[in-house]
């Protein structure tokens, strides 16, 4: 049956039952999340004769890197080789450039065949939130020209141009900023937005731990506690008992994995301390 699947391009006409496809797996993902990946990359859809959506696989352009997400195969044709075939169409899509993806238990041993490398663990927290700390006085809702330079610290950050992002953010997120008490130097940068079944907090860009702290700390009192949010981290962070006491619960993750070789994150104290999304870093 999948010989006579066809691939082709993901249109906003997908975007119904892509969605489904999520839901089925019970993946947190609303229809406008889809729509947001879909406005900042391209996808591969896999199509029955039937015309209805089997297969879907997302690639999001960020200069010399790109990230490949939202790789779903319908369960009824699972272990035929769609999944594959989905993977080699958006690998095509990407070019030359290096490619980042978080696997599930599931995909990796495919993506390991692709030539993809684990690099780290992710860790998703999630849950109601818990008596949020007060906010650090040095953290403050961000202002309009201050996306350019939290896109400088992002690429420094990650080795990876996701202008395009923040500049979507800037319009559809909350931004926070860190500054100095001192000289009033931008430390680092925050976002809270809705997602799957509350809010999600991320992208965090700091130096320190302390730094990533009060940031976080800012966007929980904005969510409020009692709601619901998610924050995804790399593992290697240690953010993982503040989070939990702030009640959000270790719920899973992912492995985070690479090919290719991309820019590097530039020397310095900047790092991410919480994923945008597992699909866009």
Do not use: K, N
Not at 25 to 35: I, K, Y
Not at 73 to 84: E, I, K, S, T
Not at 183 to 211: M, S
Not at 264 to 281: D, I, N
Request: charged share 15%; net charge neutral.
């Amino acid at each position: 049956m999948s010989d006579a699947i066809v691939l082709s391009r993901l249109e906003a006409t997908h975007l119904d039952q892509a969605y489904g496809l999520t839901q089925a797996l019970g993946w947190p993902h609303r229809r406008e999340d889809w729509a947001m990946a879909l406005s900042l990359g391209q996808g591969i859809v896999a199509l029955g004769e039937d015309g209805r959506v089997a297969g879907t696989a997302m690639v999001t352009p960020f200069g010399e890197t790109a990230t490949i997400s939202l790789v779903i195969v319908d369960a009824a044709l699972r272990g035929r080789g769609l999944g594959r075939r989905l993977m080699r169409e958006a690998l095509a899509l990407c070019g030359q450039r290096a490619v980042r993806l978080v696997a599930t238990r599931d995909g990796l041993p495919l993506y390991e065949t692709l030539g993809f490398r684990v690099t780290h663990e992710i860790r998703q927290h999630q849950g109601a939130l818990m008596l949020p700390e007060a906010p650090d006085a040095a953290v403050a809702w961000a202002q309009p020209g201050d996306v350019g330079t939290f896109a400088a610290m992002d690429a420094t950050a990650l080795g990876m141009d996701r202008a395009t992002l923040l500049e979507w953010l800037a319009g559809h997120a909350r931004l926070a900023v860190l500054r100095s008490p001192a000289d009033g130097q931008v430390l680092g940068y925050g976002a809270l937005r809705a997602f799957g079944r509350g809010q999600v907090a991320g992208p965090v860009i700091a130096g320190t731990v302390a730094e990533a702290q009060a940031i976080l700390s800012f966007l929980f009192a904005a969510a409020g506690t009692g709601q619901y949010l998610r924050v995804d981290v790399p593992a290697a962070t240690g953010l993982a008992p503040w989070l939990d006491a702030h009640g959000l619960a270790h719920a899973g993750g992912g492995t985070a994995m690479m090919r290719g070789e991309g820019a590097p994150a530039a020397a310095g104290p900047l790092r991410v301390f919480a994923l945008a999304s597992q699909a866009l870093g």
